[in-house]
């Protein structure tokens, strides 16, 4: 028995030989928008590869801090000798004492000292792997090379060392990431869920009240597994959570007011700026002497490079050298949270000034 339509049975928009209403599909999935979309998402991968490739493939120290201490007579001799090596891998410059050299250290002011024995043929290194384990033992290498090649022999001491549980002294670089990730990851979310620029300057304010709320406890609880937990970190745990919840909120705030201008586009900005331009340039893998000179210009300016630098002086430099980071992610912070109610604000004016819509 042949079984025939209903009336209410709707026809099938494509027969298996009919291509047209396949290609109909196609046209309104792929709209103007979604293909911005795509080609923008192309244009980040592109970037990712090319700064993290850009950054990292080929390390060189250049201009490293490095403090000498000698006698007057042989001090600017051995200064003249670091600043003539190829490639200017060192920014010598004389020291009054050991003392002096190892407070210099710990203020983070140099990368490391040599401590000539003007009475012996064996000196002495001051390093400190806490700032980052490759530039320690970059230091090690040319200077044993030096020392080899003149007949002397050196000493190697670590002024402030990273923990045994912080391998290549990179969990502060890590957990700094993570803080950058919560930041913006909570700032897409509020878009997401409830539009990427809010109505109004009321529902700005609460997207920013719920950001740092985010931000203490995502700092407090960041502190705590890198610290107590793993025992990665030593230094203060406040010190930590306080850090942490400054950077979580300067990136998330930095993304609410990205997306505030520029809409759902503002994600991918925000993710340019903390992740690709960012994490490569943050000294975390390799620090800052060790990277390409842009990325060693824009690291100390971005929130993972800021962080990375505050949380290994809070852990391995007694919180010295700190202050300057600070103000780097409060300046994010701050510069966040006036576009994002800026922005709320002239949208709302906008909204409240266009005519309403005549009534059927």
Known sequence: MTQTAGAGTPPSPRGPGDPHGFLAEVKDAVT?????????????????????????????????????????????????????????????????????????????????????????????????????????????????????????????????????????????????????????????????????????????AIRLLVMALVAVAGGLGGAVIAGPVLGALPGSVAALWGLGALVTFAVGAATLALQGLFGIIGIGLAILLVVIAGNPSAGGAFPLPMLPPFWKAIGPALPPGAGTWAARSIAYFRGNGITGSLLVLSAWAAAGVVITMLAARLRHGHSAQEPAAPAP
Do not use: M
């Open 32 to 204: 103007p928008r979604a293909t911005l979309l795509v080609l923008g998402v192309i244009a980040l991968q592109l970037l990712f590869i090319a700064s993290y490739v850009g950054a990292l493939h080929e390390p060189e120290p250049k201009d490293i801090p490095f403090g000498v201490v000698a006698p007057p007579a042989a001090a600017g001799q051995a200064v003249n000798r670091l600043e003539q090596l190829p490639g200017s891998p060192l920014d010598p410059r004389t020291v009054a004492d050991e003392a002096t050299a190892r407070q210099q250290i710990l203020d983070r002011e140099t990368d490391g000292a040599l401590i000539l024995d003007p009475g012996g043929s064996r000196d002495t290194l001051l390093v400190a792997s806490g700032g980052g384990t490759a530039l320690a033992t970059t230091l090690e290498n040319l200077v044993t090379r030096l020392e080899r090649a003149e007949g002397r022999t050196l000493r190697t001491v670590d002024v402030a060392p990273a923990s045994p549980q912080d391998f290549n002294a990179l969990s502060s670089f890590y957990v700094v990431i993570g803080w950058c990730v919560g930041g913006y990851l909570c700032a897409s979310i509020l878009a997401i869920s409830t539009g990427a620029r809010p109505a109004n300057p009321r529902r700005a």
